[in-house]
């Protein structure tokens, strides 16, 4: 029997689902399709308090051996509520913009969260590769949201393509953890067989840097950024690209299991967290750098889930959720309100508009890993156990950290410089806007709390870690702030990462298709050409034939049918003419018969005396 914790977390992902389809399949009213999805995303929010106390488990059958099954542990219970109130946050932003109004936006939002949290309480294959895939199609649904521009849907399907090749990798793990006997459930893989643990592990790993934008698939993030401002604070902050770092976290025991995983998940984080620290320090446009410094940051989550310090990633994934829906829901603030992102058109906008200035200015700190704030500490409860295992992923973690309060001071810099007044394109953001603004900034001050004692899921940096920590961002902030930071032009383009998948996969797979269509085109469809002339000149041989042969035969047969069937018809005739001379005859004769017989006895006694003299006459004779 159903409890009510099971109940609730059914409905954690059935209720936004539903109700997400049907503002997709409905025209609701543009007010009641906010009050619907901010409606619904309350009750979600307040149902994930609930399934993280009581941390219930639920499923039902769905193949031999394994179950669509959902969990609560101490990792979801730590990132399912986060997920909830964020939703919650942007979309009540959201009610509050006119370019996203409607039940189209407010649907695909929905559906969007509810994917979201079946990957986070997914515990078998089966329940991760659905939330998979609706994932998938709602970002490119949302990314494209404004299709009547070309470019939007074209950036929609570079981020859908993208993730949806590394996608494969998550369908060639199920399939090897089904032939290696571990059954689908995520927390059996790394009991699978040696052999085919390596190729699960493989699969998983590709699949989930994809959807994090890790190295080499980040550059489909910065495509990402044609979508509106609300999806880009979600799908940033809490949902698609989070949950790629969070799988990893999930089977961060798969990955150690085959020693090779584990290393490669901290090299590619370290890469990621430097290599596009380097790449938001080079941006000129707000948005761009913020999905930089995503990459950059979720960088330190997937190097947790290959360290095995899965508290910290989880710490780091809660704080940077929270710090990065505040920025991106800024951007998009300033965006209607100056009609730009360009970090040039935005100087002084934190003066202009100080509720969201001071809010973005909380959230922009965080992300530099300013202490008290909680990126400053959860990062260090990564970069500990870093320091535990290699100090060159230790100095890679703070050549991250350092490049982290860079950028994050290049922000601060840009808003608060003083600068002349600039006309607006856009109304001033209201209460409804204002109010997630600022509780995401206290989320960003305060979710460090998740990496300090006494409230901490993980174990805490070593003071003098967190206080050098600290020191190193402080320093980088204010030198940023007294000089400016260096912008390297030769990463302002993503390190060409687009193009050189353009000229590494899409052209070869274009030129291939090329090839397929002068192969068909020459031999295929020639060989086929050939055939059809072949059977053409056959078929017009067996026509003569059929017209001089076969048809001669018949039109000759039928003759000799028709001239005898006249013969049998004349001879018909004739037997006709004597069988009815017969029949006349035989009538006559019948009359003639018929005219003694007159009833009377004489003239019967005159019969026979006639008969018996011409007997006698005959007898004689």
């Given at each position: 029997?159903?409890?009510?914790?099971?109940l609730?977390?059914?409905?954690?992902?059935?209720?936004?689902?539903?109700?997400?389809?049907?503002?997709?399949?409905?025209?609701?009213?543009?007010?009641?399709?906010?009050?619907?999805?901010?409606?619904?995303?309350?009750?979600?929010?307040a149902?994930?308090a609930?399934?993280?106390?009581?941390?219930?488990?639920?499923?039902?059958?769905?193949?031999?051996?394994?179950?669509?099954?959902?969990?609560?542990?101490?990792?979801?219970?730590?990132?399912?509520?986060?997920?909830?109130?964020?939703?919650l946050?942007?979309?009540?932003?959201?009610?509050?913009?006119?370019?996203?109004?409607?039940?189209?936006?407010?649907?695909?939002?929905?559906?969007?969260?509810?994917?979201?949290?079946?990957t986070?309480?997914?515990?078998?294959?089966?329940?991760?590769?659905?939330?998979?895939?609706?994932?998938?199609?709602?970002?490119?649904?949302?990314?494209?949201?404004?299709?009547?521009?070309?470019?939007?849907?074209?950036?929609?399907l570079?981020?859908?393509?993208?993730?949806?090749?590394?996608?494969?990798g998550?369908?060639?793990?199920?399939?090897?953890?089904?032939?290696?006997?571990?059954?689908?459930?995520?927390?059996?893989?790394?009991?699978?067989t040696?052999?085919?643990?390596?190729?699960?592990?493989?699969?998983?790993?590709?699949?989930?840097?994809?959807?994090?934008?890790?190295?080499?698939?980040?550059?489909?993030?910065?495509?990402?950024?044609?979508?509106?401002s609300?999806?880009?604070?979600?799908?940033?902050?809490?949902?698609?690209?989070?949950?790629?770092?969070?799988?990893?976290?999930?089977?961060?025991?798969?990955?150690?299991?085959t020693?090779?995983?584990?290393?490669?998940?901290?090299?590619?984080?370290?890469?990621?967290?430097?290599?596009?620290?380097?790449?938001?320090?080079?941006?000129?446009?707000?948005?761009?750098?913020?999905?930089?410094?995503?990459?950059?940051?979720?960088?330190?989550?997937?190097?947790?889930?290959?360290?095995?310090?899965?508290?910290?990633?989880?710490?780091?994934l809660?704080?940077?959720?929270?710090?990065?829906?505040?920025?991106?829901?800024?951007?998009?603030?300033?965006?209607?309100?100056?009609?730009?992102?360009?970090?040039?058109?935005?100087?002084?906008?934190?003066?202009?508009?100080?509720?969201?200035?001071?809010?973005?200015?909380?959230?922009?700190?965080?992300?530099?890993?300013?202490?008290p704030?909680?990126?400053?500490?959860?990062?260090?409860?990564?970069?500990?156990?870093?320091?535990?295992?290699?100090?060159?992923?230790?100095?890679?973690?703070?050549?991250?950290?350092?490049?982290?309060a860079?950028?994050?001071?290049k922000?601060?810099?840009?808003?608060?410089?003083?600068?002349?007044?600039?006309?607006?394109?856009?109304?001033?953001?209201?209460?409804?806007?204002?109010?997630p603004?600022?509780?995401?900034?206290?989320?960003?001050?305060?979710?460090?709390?998740?990496?300090?004692?006494?409230?901490?899921?993980?174990?805490s940096?070593?003071?003098?870690?967190?206080?050098?920590?600290?020191?190193?961002?402080?320093?980088?902030?204010?030198?940023?702030?007294?000089?400016?930071?260096?912008?390297?032009?030769?990463?302002?383009?993503?390190?060409?990462?687009?193009?050189?998948?353009?000229?590494?996969?899409?052209?070869?797979?274009?030129?291939?298709?090329?090839?397929?269509?002068?192969?068909?085109?020459?031999?295929?469809?020639?060989?086929?050409?050939?055939?059809?002339?072949?059977?053409?000149?056959?078929?017009?041989?067996?026509?003569?034939?059929?017209?001089?042969?076969?048809?001669?035969?018949?039109?000759?047969?039928?003759?000799?049918?028709?001239?005898?069937?006249?013969?049998?018809?004349?001879?018909?005739?004739?037997?006709?003419?004597?069988v009815?001379?017969?029949?006349?005859?035989?009538?006559?004769?019948?009359?003639?018969?018929?005219?003694?017989?007159?009833?009377?006895?004489?003239?019967?006694?005159?019969?026979?005396?006639?008969?018996?003299v011409?007997?006698?006459?005959?007898?004689?004779?």
């Open positions: 029997m159903l409890t009510f914790p099971d609730a977390l059914w409905a954690l992902v059935c209720l936004p689902a539903l109700a997400g389809v049907t503002l997709l399949l409905t025209h609701t009213p543009v007010r009641a399709a906010a009050a619907v999805s901010i409606g619904v995303s309350a009750v979600v929010a149902l994930s609930v399934v993280a106390v009581t941390r219930p488990a639920v499923g039902v059958a769905f193949l031999a051996g394994t179950d669509f099954a959902l969990g609560v542990d101490g990792l979801s219970g730590t990132v399912v509520p986060a997920v909830a109130v964020i939703t946050l942007v979309l009540t932003f959201a009610a509050g913009e006119r370019a996203v109004a409607g039940h189209r936006f407010h649907g695909y939002m929905l559906v969007f969260a509810a994917a979201a949290m079946l986070a309480t997914a515990t078998t294959l089966p329940a991760l590769l659905l939330a998979w895939e609706v994932m998938g199609a709602a970002s490119y649904a949302l990314i494209g949201f404004r299709w009547q521009d070309q470019h939007r849907v074209s950036a929609g570079t981020a859908f393509l993208t993730t949806r090749t590394a996608d494969l998550l369908y060639l793990a199920a399939g090897a953890a089904l032939a290696g006997g571990a059954g689908l459930a995520l927390g059996d893989l790394a009991d699978s040696p052999g085919w643990r390596h190729v699960i592990a493989a699969g998983v790993l590709v699949a989930a840097l994809g959807k994090a934008a890790q190295l080499p698939f980040s550059f489909w993030l910065a495509r990402a950024m044609e979508g509106p609300p999806v880009s604070a979600l799908l940033h902050s809490a949902a698609m690209v989070a949950m790629g770092a969070y799988l990893l976290l999930r089977v961060s025991p798969l990955l150690a299991a020693g090779w995983a584990a290393t490669a998940t901290v090299w590619l984080g370290a890469a990621t967290a430097v290599g596009l620290g380097l790449v938001a320090v080079a941006q000129r446009d707000l948005k761009q750098l913020l999905a930089a410094s995503t990459s950059a940051q979720l960088g330190f989550v997937v190097m947790a889930a290959g360290l095995g310090a899965i508290g910290g990633g989880a710490a780091q809660v704080a940077h959720a929270f710090t990065k829906a505040g920025l991106f829901l800024a951007a998009g603030a300033w965006l209607t309100l100056l009609g730009s992102k360009n970090l040039d058109d935005l100087r002084g906008a934190a003066r202009k508009w100080r509720v969201v200035g001071v809010a973005a200015t909380v959230s922009a700190l965080a992300l530099a890993g300013v202490a704030l909680s990126l400053w500490a959860t990062k260090d409860a990564v970069l500990a156990v870093a320091l535990e295992h290699s100090v060159w992923w230790y100095a890679a973690g703070l050549l991250a950290t350092a490049l982290s860079a950028y994050a001071g922000i601060l810099l840009v808003l608060w410089r003083p600068a002349p007044d600039r006309n607006t394109v856009g109304a001033a953001p209201g209460g409804l806007e204002q109010l603004l600022v509780v995401l900034a206290i989320g960003a001050a305060g979710a460090g709390v998740l990496a300090l004692p006494p409230l901490g899921i993980t174990a940096a070593p003071v003098t870690e967190l206080a050098g920590s600290a020191v190193l961002a402080g320093a980088v902030v204010l030198a940023v702030w007294r000089w400016g930071v260096p912008e390297p032009r030769w990463a302002q383009a993503w390190f060409g990462l687009e193009r050189a998948a353009q000229r590494v996969v899409v052209a070869p797979a274009l030129r291939l298709a090329d090839s397929l269509a002068r192969f068909d085109d020459q031999v295929l469809d020639r060989s086929v050409s050939s055939a059809a002339l072949a059977l053409t000149r056959l078929s017009g041989v067996a026509a003569r034939f059929d017209d001089r042969v076969i048809d001669g035969a018949v039109e000759a047969t039928a003759t000799v049918a028709r001239g005898t069937a006249d013969r049998l018809a004349r001879a018909d005739h004739r037997v006709d003419g004597a009815e001379a017969t029949a006349a005859l035989t009538r006559r004769l019948g009359e003639l018969a018929r005219r003694p017989q007159t009833g009377q006895l004489h003239q019967y006694y005159m019969v026979a005396a006639v008969i018996m011409v007997a006698v006459v005959l007898l004689l004779a």
